[in-house]
């Protein structure tokens, strides 16, 4: 047994091996196409809010803010109004100019004309052209600005990739335009050349909020200090909602597309990004997978994680940018099935003993078609309560030994609660197997010091196409049997799985039978002894079913009890037993009608309500119905319970205590159970003759019940003498086969109505 785990480890491990190839292909393919972009860009804000840093201080912004829209006039400004701003940066001593305003248009001559000439007095002033990325690309002429202002300045073009977020995670060093190239307005600002298209990350660790920045008003009015400009780049542009051109600053929120160009800026001013991608991160995630399924050492996916988390933070501080989440995606599919094969293979043995477990034998699929013994160890309990855990262990692996015995490579599987099972050869004759192996189990088992007697039986499934914890089930059935009748071993018997399906299925085909009509009612008289005339009768439920015959009461009743669904029976026998009732009183006849009451029904708060619908329904008056709970629902019913009984009481319904003796009733408690009929139970009217205990019982029952004002009908009555003596005692009314079996509805109407022929005569 252990070369064949050994083997099946081994085997195993070559598998997974092989297996890392498909989370490979995911991943390769998770990278193509840019499926966790979401999950990069996360990861990168919160890397950006580690090495946030402060902007150089050497680009400043005039800006179009609401502030000046208020202070000056709406946009767009007349140009010599912008002419004068312009002038008023270049009198500040500003170095140079880049202005991220488009003049792709002429307006009136002599406001062109203040316009280019506030251009002109500029030594290094940029304009800004605008183009686009992607499809059309060259299609610029109208974004270009009008050359009465282009021929004062450099252009440089705005265009930009973004996200649907509109958020923009790289700018164009420069783009080639209509056989042109455009030095991006990004590379304008941080005064590089741009001879060298192609995009770049932006660095957006730099504080935006550290970016110097002045109202174009307060520059209009002289109130931004000379030495705020003075030798500065300035960037001329809007920021304002009002006006549109706001951008997602990634991890910051929106902000005039300005800021994106001098971010953009800044971390040119550091050096030129290396944007590496996605695939050395996935070399290393890969080569981490390696070692962690060769070596089955899972913490080096640990490791290669903590390091793909942890190594872009120096790295970007380098301005070396990669994208992670590929690899990442690989460490976790790897992760997840070595984790899935750690728990699969303590999921499959015993925690104790190593043991192949019962999930391995359901997994087992080369038993399927093979006969399968299961033993019980009865006193398994009883022996390892007085064992250690070396002892137990020592006790299983000796019961293993003895049950080898003739098969050495039989794989014994171990369940709780000493169960053991295997799967044995066809044609293996049982008969001598089993008797053999259960003689071995003569002499004690020894764990330690200690000699335990061992008690077991042997069940045997023959197989079939069932799944194969239902087969064990059935064998360990068939071993409990065996033990039970003081067999050595036992076959299952395959009746009894129809014997279950049946119980498994027994209250759904009630619910059916109801509904079809099979399930109806029968009437057990009662009579009142000092006139002997039947003044009423017990309804109880009957199922017919059409393959099997009449059910017993007992099983069905009982199981809905215990599934906690005998609401739909008891609704139904109310109501039917409500009807025939009225139906009966409307012929001339004082008759009540008895129901049995679940305890699980004094819990239903809406029962009044629906007994109250019957009675309007069919007429019937309340006080002819009552309706019975045992003594020992009475006694235990309490809160609610006692609340719906009263709830029956105001609506006129009568209530019987049934059973009664059995249960442990006290005077007190009767007192508060708003009974008015006590049934004594057939225990004691059937045993009074022959014993004065049981006579003394009912006469005191008697005499108690009409003191509270309660009337008493004494159940199962089955010979004259019983009948007379209870009349003598002063009993109300008896039920049993001497006053009447159960009989359908029509037998209990000719009864009534021969009774009635027999007074009129």
């Not at 450099?154 to 030095?183: E, G, K």
């Amino acid at each position: 047994m252990p070369n064949s785990l050994a083997r099946a480890e081994h085997d195993e491990r070559r598998q997974h091996r092989k297996l890392l190839l498909w989370p490979l292909l995911l991943a390769l393919l998770f990278g193509a196409v840019n499926f966790g972009e979401l999950v990069e860009n996360g990861l990168r804000v919160a890397r950006n809010d580690l090495r946030s840093q402060p902007v150089s201080g050497d680009i400043v912004l005039v800006q179009i803010d609401d502030r000046s829209l208020r202070q000056v006039d709406n946009w767009p400004w007349p140009r010599s109004k912008q002419a004068e701003l312009i002038d008023s940066i270049r009198q500040s001593g500003a170095k140079r100019l880049i202005i991220d305003i488009l003049y792709t248009g002429p307006s009136q001559p002599e406001q062109d004309r203040a316009l280019a000439a506030a251009l002109e007095r500029w030594d290094d002033v940029t304009l800004a052209a605008q183009t686009r990325i992607g499809d059309g690309e060259g299609a610029i002429d109208r974004g270009l600005p009008i050359p009465q202002f282009a021929q004062h300045a450099r252009i440089s073009t705005l265009a930009f990739p973004f996200d649907w977020q509109s958020a923009v995670w790289r700018l164009p060093t420069a783009l080639d335009v209509a056989n042109r190239r455009l030095t991006s307005l990004s590379s304008a600002i941080a005064g590089r050349d741009g001879s060298a298209p192609g995009l770049y990350r932006v660095d957006y660790s730099f504080d935006i909020a550290t970016v110097p920045a002045f109202s174009a008003s307060d520059v209009l009015n002289r109130r931004v200090p000379r030495t705020a400009l003075a030798g500065k780049t300035v960037v001329l542009g809007t920021n304002s909602m009002r006006l549109g051109d706001q951008w997602m600053v990634p991890g910051t929120g929106k902000r005039g597309g300005v800021y994106v160009h001098i971010l953009g800026a800044e971390t040119l001013k550091r050096g030129m990004p290396l944007d590496i991608g996605w695939v050395p991160a996935l070399l290393i995630a890969a080569a981490a997978c390696w070692l962690a399924v060769t070596r089955n050492r899972a913490r080096y996916l640990g490791v290669a994680a903590a390091g793909m988390l942890t190594a872009p933070v120096a790295l970007e501080h380098l301005l070396i940018f990669a994208d992670i989440t590929p690899g990442l995606f690989l460490l976790a599919v790897v992760g997840g099935r070595m984790a899935w094969r750690r728990n699969r293979q303590q999921g499959l043995r015993n925690g104790l003993t190593g043991l192949p477990n019962l999930s391995a034998l359901a997994a087992d699929k080369s038993g399927r078609d093979r006969p399968l013994v299961a033993a019980r160890v009865h006193n398994y309990a009883e022996i390892v309560s007085a064992l250690d855990s070396a002892e137990e262990r020592q006790f299983v692996e000796q019961v293993v030994q003895r049950l080898n015995v003739g098969n050495k490579e039989r794989v014994i599987y171990q369940g709780d609660e000493g169960i053991f099972a295997w799967f044995a050869d066809k044609g293996t004759p049982f008969g001598q197997h089993l008797e053999a192996l259960h003689a071995l189990f003569r002499s004690p088992v020894r764990a330690g010091k200690i000699a335990c007697d061992v008690s077991l039986s042997f069940g045997v499934e023959l197989g079939g196409k069932r799944a194969i914890g239902s087969r064990l089930g059935s064998a360990l059935v068939a071993a409990s049997e065996a033990d039970a009748e003081n067999l050595k071993w036992k076959f299952h018997d395959p009746a009894r799985e129809q014997e279950a399906a049946w119980r498994l299925s027994l209250l759904s085909q009630l619910d059916e039978a109801i509904d079809k009509g099979e399930v109806w009612l029968a009437f057990q008289p009662k009579v009142d002894l000092a006139s002997r005339r039947t003044v009423g009768a017990e309804a109880l439920a009957r199922w017919t079913h059409p393959e099997k015959g009449p059910i017993s009461p007992t099983e069905f009743v009982s199981a809905a009890e215990q599934s906690d669904r005998i609401q739909r029976l008891t609704d139904f026998v109310l109501e039917q037993a409500i009807r025939a009732a009225a139906d009966i009183n409307r012929r001339g006849h004082h008759f009540e009608i008895a129901v049995n009451l679940s305890a699980r029904m004094l819990s239903d708060r809406g029962l009044p309500g629906r007994v109250a619908t019957y009675l309007a329904l069919y007429g019937l008056e309340a006080e002819r119905l009552i309706l019975e709970l045992t003594e020992t629902a009475a006694v235990a019913g309490s809160g609610t319970g006692l609340d719906m009984l009263a709830a029956m009481r105001q609506l006129g319904v009568k209530i019987a205590i049934d059973d009664y003796g059995t249960g442990l009733s006290t005077l007190e408690y009767l007192k508060k159970v708003p009974a008015s009929e006590l049934k004594i139970d057939q225990s004691f009217i059937k045993a009074m003759r022959d014993h004065r205990s049981d006579l003394i019982m009912v006469q005191s029952t008697i005499t108690l019940a009409h003191s509270l004002g309660r009337i008493v009908v004494a159940e199962g009555v089955e010979d004259p003498v019983s009948l007379e003596q209870l009349q003598a005692m002063g009993c109300d009314q008896a039920q049993g086969f001497i006053v009447g079996r159960p009989m359908g509805f029509e037998e209990m109407t000719r009864r009534l109505a021969a009774e009635k022929r027999r007074r009129a005569a």
